[in-house]
Every structure is written in structure tokens, then in C-alpha cells.
């Protein structure tokens, strides 16, 4: 019996395409299929999927575009290694599309992200972790004038540090598909604000010494305090988004 969409009509039968999708998805699931593995020959799929060989390879792009599959010259397609960074990349893509008035609300959900990341960094940062969060400090906090293009170059390898040290490769992940709709607020910010660059490098090292302190609450507040002052910015920008 065919499936109801919420009006009460049936639902429109699934295109070979997604055919192929689900297929390849069911194949994963039930560990038919495992990261690294390579695909069955072409004819061989095509028939364990019930479909024709064009369905087959608009599947296998569409879950090549979003990191499930890679075809490899001369050696057949093979299931990635499913890594998270990979297959939430599209979520950055969909993040720049947003029309320009969406910025705060990005900027919200990565303040969420962000400051759940920073309270896991202060339990799990090694000795590396933090290396590379203070390089990125570093790259600021020098005396002379620093060009905006390098100071939210510096910004952004802070944010992965800090994000990469919560231990969670999901969460990281998230973070940085964020990064490519706020690095160009960052910008303007930078180009904008005398005195951003001032204030990002004293937030940028009162996250840190809580990380270093090993102290969650602390660090989360320290990072949800710097996030928020780059909302306010947005929100000044443009007074249609701003808070009611």
C-alpha cells in the first residue's frame, strides 16, 4: 500500500535515483558495505538494487557530492573513510548560501556549538591542543598593525583548535562548516571595529587560560561572552535583524 503525505494524498513513488541512495545507505547500515571498501562492479549493483545502469551513476555521483563515495580513476568507487569533516561539509555549503540577514542566526547557532566546544576542550586539551591555540594567538598579539585578511586567518585556526580539542569529531566538524558564512562578519568586523582586534585577542586569551585551568563553566561563559560581541556587531549592522 503506497504511503500518505500529510494531505492525505499518496506519495509520489521514489525515482530510481533515490532508489540507488537508499540502497547504498541500507548496504552501509547493515554492513554490507564499510569505510574503504569498493563497490560492487557496476552490472552486479545495478542488479542487487533492481534498476538500470543510468539511475546507478546519478546515485553514485549524488553520494559522491556528499562524501560517501569517491570514484577513483581505472579503480572503481569506493565507500570514503566516512570521516565527519567530510560528510558535514555540506552543511557549510547550504551555510553561505543563506541570504545576507541570516548572519545572526548563523552566528547564534554557532555561538551553541562553539561554547559547548570550548566547556569539552577545558576537560580533554593535551598539551598539543593548546600549542595550537596559543601559535594562533601568537599570530595577533605582536606589536605593529595586522592586516583584517590575517587577523580572522589567526581567528579561525583559534575557533578549530579550540573545537578540535573538545574531542568531538562531530562537534568540530559542525564548527567549521559554520566557519566559511562567519569568517566574511569577521571580516567586516575587522575592517570596521578599531578596537576588535584589541578585544578578540584579550577574549581569544581568557578562553584559553580557562582551558588551561581546566575549568568547563569558565570557559564556556568566556567563549559565549566573545561570541556575543560578534553578534552584537551583526546586529548593529543591520537594524532589520537586530534584537526586539
Known amino acids: 500500500m ?3 503525505q500529510p494531505d492525505g494524498r ?24 564499510g ?10 549493483l545495478a542488479r542487487a538494487l533492481g534498476v538500470s545502469r543510468g539511475p546507478l551513476r546519478e546515485g553514485v555521483r549524488a553520494l559522491s557530492y556528499l562524501g560517501v563515495l569517491e570514484t577513483r580513476q581505472g579503480a572503481g568507487t569506493y565507500v570514503t573513510a566516512l570521516d565527519p569533516a567530510l560528510l558535514l561539509a555540506p552543511v557549510s555549503f547550504l551555510a553561505d548560501l543563506q541570504r545576507p540577514g541570516a548572519s545572526p542566526a548563523l552566528h547564534e547557532v554557532r555561538r551553541l556549538l562553539e561554547t559547548e566546544a570550548a566547556a569539552l576542550a577545558a576537560r580533554h586539551a593535551g598539551p598539543q591542543a593548546l600549542a595550537a591555540a596559543q601559535e594562533a594567538l601568537d599570530a595577533v598579539s605582536g606589536p ?37 558564512q562567519t569568517v566574511r562578519a569577521r571580516v567586516r568586523r575587522a575592517v570596521g571595529d578599531e ?31 566573545h561570541l556575543l560581541a560578534v553578534e552584537d556587531f551583526l546586529a548593529g549592522e543591520d537594524p532589520d535583524t537586530a534584537p526586539s
Open 10 to 33: 499518496a506519495a509520489p513513488s521514489p525515482s530510481q535515483t533515490d532508489v540507488v541512495v537508499s540502497g547504498i545507505k541500507r548496504m552501509l547500515l547493515d554492513g554490507t558495505l
Open 195 to 225: 578596537g576588535a582586534l584589541a578585544r578578540t585577542v584579550q577574549e581569544h586569551r581568557a578562553v584559553l587560560e580557562a582551558l588551561r585551568a581546566r575549568d568547563p563553566d569558565r570557559a564556556r561563559l568566556r567563549m559565549g561572552a
Open 35 to 44: 569505510p574503504g571498501q569498493r563497490l560492487p562492479v557496476e552490472a552486479d
Open 2 to 4: 503506497p504511503s500518505e
Open 144 to 180: 605593529g598593525a595586522v592586516d583584517p585578511q590575517a587577523f580572522v586567518e589567526a581567528d579561525v585556526r583559534f575557533h578549530r583548535a579550540v573545537a578540535r580539542a573538545s574531542g568531538n569529531p562531530v562537534l568540530a566538524a559542525l564548527v567549521q562548516a559554520f566557519a566559511g
